[in-house]
């Protein structure tokens, strides 16, 4: 298989042996090495965690590499492999089902520590963020409950304080009686305890009502992160344990779950490949899935693949090309408590040895064959009660030098960011539920952003933000994103921002003009829907460059609203004209869908009669046409192609300065043939019921024009009327003609 493959992965214990394991709690089926149940090497660990009566819980604590670990600010996750074997005999997520556990204890041993309470007595004088000490029992440290809802001055509501769950061995009675701090008395508590270990961190991954396979899972967790339990004062710099701890409530009689290898690390590195043999997400799969690893950070199912860890394609000193291509896949990144920054594509290269990341491919103006990333969701819970579900998130760093990304016709979502390089493109592709994309002078165009996350835990401000290198980003579409661009560079918009398309989602703006904006801008043939008046926070336009600025809008585009911040002001110059024709009879009655076409002629701005070249992909027709001067959305008449399903008016869109595409019927011969010509439509179609066929647009210079108008089928039939005039660059041009019967 293409690719070289190494990884940053740390064994805390390969699970061949039953040694350097500590039980704390007790079990129901002992340990026991068994070659039947492996994902790595030889063997896995069994055991069976059981309860009669109550909560049975046990952990099971594999001995670090060396005492006294220190994991802290190395970005250092924990993995590690489980197979649960009975599920509904386990506790509920929220509950503690199955987790894992890190002390910085050489030899834990078993406390309980509070999961939640329910209010027994209100008490009196009560004020919410009180902390109410549990009395009673036998304990090392306390259990402190912080009042988060009073009613006329009495209790109704509680939760545990995330650093004091308390350390007992011998439990108070419920209902518990409580001190406090502030003025109020009287509250009692009924507490429900939970099993945990000294010194300890613990992260829920799993229960009966969460957990939906009975595959083995490699479950990730942040070693610096906040815990859903902390028993009593671990200390991450001195760690000594690490692994599963289980909670069941229900007899089992037979071994509940089987574990394998666990590690700590972040992930792995990809090299090599060429674009002739590039690396694909199944080789990668193939290194991480061998028997002698297991890294869980790729693993896949029913097609689809579970992503765990960080994905490194090539380095700053590799000496040959890493190239990854892969097409038509489906990944999703697993919904475990890690870092909000820990799942990430992280290209890298080095002079003369680029690294280049590929999904998709793109030719002919046409994207296929893209991939779909996402994040799945993870419950979150505190206090024995889920608070709801929490996104995985992951990002995008391709911006080291170096390093191409090429992202065609794909769909993303959860990222939280992406980063590239100038001379990186992303077409075609949907990002939804994601952060702000940094381009740096990359290529974006005929992208869909669909919904910017501006909540936890992605946070994000823009949708697209331009802070260095001017990028091109064209043809784009903009739906409930606030706000949508930041242009923060001292760069000119025109040409730059061609054809895109912002659509409100009923808060916000669309753009955002930074300081280091230019004081003239022009924004050609772009639409805003559904914004706000002027000088409202959900205009479309937000001015908050301190200074004095004027927009030109060309190509046919709305005239925004806009708002001005501090010190700003705002001067729009809208120069679209209208070009209007008015179809009547004789007697002056209005010619419903009469067939108008007015083209350019001579002497203007507007292509006519220009010698182009087609080719064609699948059903788009890709126009190569020198400074065709034509926005999205305008018309072209094309003639004098052989192939005569290239010849007719079509609507197009701009692919840059010289080509655009338009939709062509059947499969003609590519690339045409004959002496194919070109020339502006200003207006083709039917006339409405008014008789009336219209559109504006700007245009640099006066325009002379023809053209005809046509009805030759339906109950009425009219001689064809000839058409001629000049649209002024200022006025537009409006004209009314009469069409004679034809008998």
């Given at each position: 298989m293409p690719g070289t493959f190494s990884?940053?992965?740390?064994?805390?214990?390969?699970?061949?042996?039953?040694?350097?394991?500590?039980?704390?709690?007790?079990?129901?089926?002992?340990?026991?090495?068994?070659?039947?149940?492996?994902?790595?090497?030889?063997?896995?660990?069994?055991?069976?965690?059981?309860?009669?009566?109550?909560?049975?819980?046990?952990?099971?604590?594999?001995?670090?590499?060396?005492?006294?670990?220190?994991?802290?600010?190395?970005?250092?996750?924990?993995?590690?492999?489980i197979k649960g074997f009975a599920w509904p005999s386990m506790a509920a997520h929220a509950a503690g089902g199955i987790g894992i556990a890190i002390s910085s204890d050489a030899t834990p041993t078993a406390i309980r520590c509070n999961l939640?309470?329910?209010?027994?007595?209100?008490?009196?004088?009560?004020?919410?963020?009180?902390?109410?000490?549990?009395?009673?029992?036998?304990?090392?440290?306390?259990?402190?409950?912080?009042?988060?809802?009073?009613?006329?001055?009495?209790?109704?509501?509680?939760?545990?304080?995330?650093?004091?769950?308390?350390?007992?061995?011998?439990?108070?009675?419920n209902p518990a009686s409580t001190t406090t701090g502030g003025s109020g008395s009287g509250c009692t508590l009924t507490v429900t305890w939970i099993y945990s270990t000294t010194n300890t961190k613990e992260w829920w991954v799993g229960g009966a009502d969460t957990v939906v396979t009975d595959g083995w899972v490699n479950y990730v967790m942040d070693i610096d992160g906040t815990p859903?339990?902390?028993?009593?004062?671990?200390?991450?710099?001195?760690?000594?344990?690490?692994?599963?701890?289980?909670?069941?409530?229900?007899?089992?009689?037979?071994?509940?779950?089987?574990?394998?290898?666990?590690?700590?690390?972040?992930?792995?590195?990809?090299?090599?490949?060429?674009?002739?043999?590039?690396?694909?997400?199944?080789?990668?799969?193939?290194?991480?899935?061998?028997?002698?690893?297991?890294?869980?950070?790729?693993?896949?199912?029913?097609?689809?693949?579970?992503?765990?860890?960080?994905?490194?394609?090539?380095?700053?000193?590799?000496?040959?090309?890493?190239?990854?291509?892969?097409?038509?896949?489906?990944?999703?990144?697993?919904?475990f408590p890690v870092n909000v920054g820990f799942y990430e594509i992280k290209l890298a290269g080095v002079v003369s040895y680029t690294t280049t990341f590929q999904l998709g491919n793109y030719s002919g103006g046409v994207a296929s064959g893209g991939c779909t990333f996402k994040g799945a969701d993870r419950y979150s819970h505190y206090g024995g009660a889920s608070t709801g579900l929490v996104p995985a998130v992951w990002k995008l760093t391709g911006d080291s030098s170096n390093t191409?990304?090429?992202?065609?016709?794909?769909?993303?979502?959860?990222?939280?960011?992406?980063?590239?390089?100038?001379?990186?493109?992303?077409?075609?592709?949907?990002?939804?539920?994601?952060?702000?994309?940094?381009?740096?002078?990359?290529?974006?165009?005929?992208?869909?952003?669909?919904?910017?996350?501006?909540?936890?835990?992605?946070?994000?401000?823009?949708?697209?933000?331009v802070i260095t290198a001017t990028p091109i980003i064209t043809n784009c579409t903009y739906i409930n994103c606030a706000t949508a661009l930041k242009w923060e560079i001292n760069a000119n918009t025109n040409g730059k921002l061609d054809g895109s398309s912002f659509i409100s989602g009923g808060t916000g703006h669309a753009i955002e003009l930074g300081t280091n904006i230019p004081t003239d801008i022009t924004i050609n043939a772009v639409t805003f829907t559904g914004y706000g008046a002027d000088e409202t926070t959900d205009a479309a336009i937000y001015n908050n460059s301190g200074k004095s600025i004027t927009i030109n809008i060309t190509g046919g585009g709305t005239s925004p609203t806009v708002r001005n911040g501090t010190g700003a002001s705002t001067t729009v110059v809208a120069g679209a004209v209208t070009v209007t024709v008015t179809v009547k009879d004789i007697d002056g009655n209005n010619i419903q869908d009469a067939r108008v076409l007015v083209t350019a002629t001579s002497g203007?701005?507007?292509?006519?009669?220009?010698?182009?070249?087609?080719?064609?992909?699948?059903?788009?027709?890709?126009?190569?046409?020198?400074?065709?001067?034509?926005?999205?959305?305008?018309?072209?008449?094309?003639?004098?192609?052989?192939?005569?399903?290239?010849?007719?008016?079509?609507?197009?869109?701009?692919?840059?300065?010289?080509?655009?595409?338009?939709?062509?019927?059947?499969?003609?011969?590519?690339?045409?043939?004959?002496?194919?010509?070109?020339t502006y439509a200003a207006l083709f179609g039917l006339t409405s019921a008014s008789g009336v066929i219209t559109m504006s647009r700007v245009f640099t210079s006066s325009q002379p024009i023809t053209g005809k108008s046509r009805k030759s089928t339906g109950s009425s039939l009219y001689k064809t009327a000839n058409i001629i005039g000049t649209i002024s660059s200022s006025a537009g041009f409006d004209t009314t003609i009469q069409m004679i019967p034809d008998e």
């Open positions: 990884n940053d992965m740390t064994v805390v214990n390969a699970a061949e042996l039953t040694t350097n394991y500590l039980v704390v709690g007790s079990l129901k089926t002992s340990m026991a090495a068994n070659d039947d149940y492996k994902i790595e090497g030889t063997y896995g660990i069994t055991f069976g965690v059981s309860s009669g009566t109550g909560t049975g819980t046990s952990s099971v604590l594999a001995a670090t590499p060396s005492a006294n670990l220190n994991l802290t600010g190395s970005g250092y996750h924990f993995f590690q492999w939640s309470a329910t209010i027994a007595a209100g008490g009196s004088s009560y004020a919410v963020n009180d902390e109410l000490t549990v009395s009673g029992g036998t304990q090392t440290q306390q259990a402190i409950f912080i009042v988060t809802a009073v009613s006329g001055g009495a209790v109704t509501a509680v939760t545990p304080k995330a650093t004091q769950r308390g350390a007992y061995t011998v439990l108070p009675a859903d339990l902390q028993a009593t004062s671990p200390s991450m710099s001195s760690v000594d344990r690490m692994g599963p701890r289980v909670t069941a409530i229900a007899v089992s009689k037979i071994a509940t779950h089987v574990i394998d290898v666990s590690r700590y690390g972040t992930g792995i590195t990809i090299n090599d490949g060429t674009s002739g043999s590039p690396v694909t997400f199944a080789d990668i799969l193939s290194y991480d899935n061998n028997n002698t690893r297991a890294l869980g950070v790729i693993v896949s199912s029913n097609g689809i693949y579970f992503l765990g860890g960080k994905f490194y394609f090539g380095t700053t000193s590799q000496t040959a090309v890493t190239y990854f291509k892969d097409t038509g896949k489906t990944l999703v990144y697993q919904g191409v990304c090429k992202l065609y016709g794909s769909t993303f979502t959860e990222m939280s960011s992406a980063n590239l390089r100038s001379d990186s493109e992303v077409r075609f592709c949907t990002f939804q539920n994601f952060g702000t994309i940094t381009p740096n002078g990359a290529t974006l165009d005929s992208n869909t952003f669909l919904d910017l996350r501006t909540t936890s835990p992605i946070s994000a401000s823009y949708a697209v933000m203007g701005s507007m292509p006519y009669n220009v010698t182009v070249t087609i080719s064609r992909s699948g059903s788009t027709a890709t126009v190569s046409h020198t400074a065709h001067g034509m926005a999205t959305n305008d018309k072209v008449q094309i003639k004098g192609a052989n192939e005569i399903e290239y010849n007719g008016v079509y609507v197009i869109t701009k692919i840059n300065n010289d080509s655009y595409s338009y939709t062509v019927g059947g499969a003609p011969s590519t690339p045409a043939t004959g002496t194919i010509k070109a």
